[in-house]
């Protein structure tokens, strides 16, 4: 599976983005797709995950009620809607591709990703 994140960008705290995560290669419906982020001199971080196929998503604390993890099933594209967006959400945001019907929080736990989207918000 080949991963490409795109979408990242510099905002102002309080504005919006959306990231995308195109997907090529042999997926599969029950299999999960996340986003983690890595800030500056920080280790990397869980952000959230959904099903392949979409559905419900699973977010990390500091995210939950702001982002959303969705896919449109004609595309082969995970979307990740940021809004009410923080400085503190400033990072690399990576897309991750987990060969598992479990999902987890850790990102060795997933075997494909993509490379990577700068996302700055400013004060």
């Known amino acids: 599976v080949q991963l490409q994140a795109s979408g990242g960008g510099l905002v102002q705290a309080g504005g919006s983005l959306r990231l995308s995560c195109a997907a090529s290669?042999?997926?599969?419906?029950?299999?999960?797709v996340g986003w983690f982020r890595q800030a500056p001199g920080k280790v990397r971080e869980f952000v959230a995950v959904c099903r392949w196929r979409g559905g419900s998503g699973h977010y990390s604390d500091s995210v939950k009620g702001r982002f959303t993890i969705s896919r449109v099933n004609t595309e082969n594209t995970v979307y990740l809607q940021m809004n009410s967006l923080k400085p503190e959400d400033t990072a690399i945001y990576y897309c991750a591709y987990r060969t598992s019907a479990v999902w987890t929080t850790r990102g060795y736990d997933y075997r494909f990703w993509g490379q990577g989207t700068l996302v700055t918000v400013s004060s």
């Open positions: 290669g042999r997926t599969f419906s029950e299999h999960y």
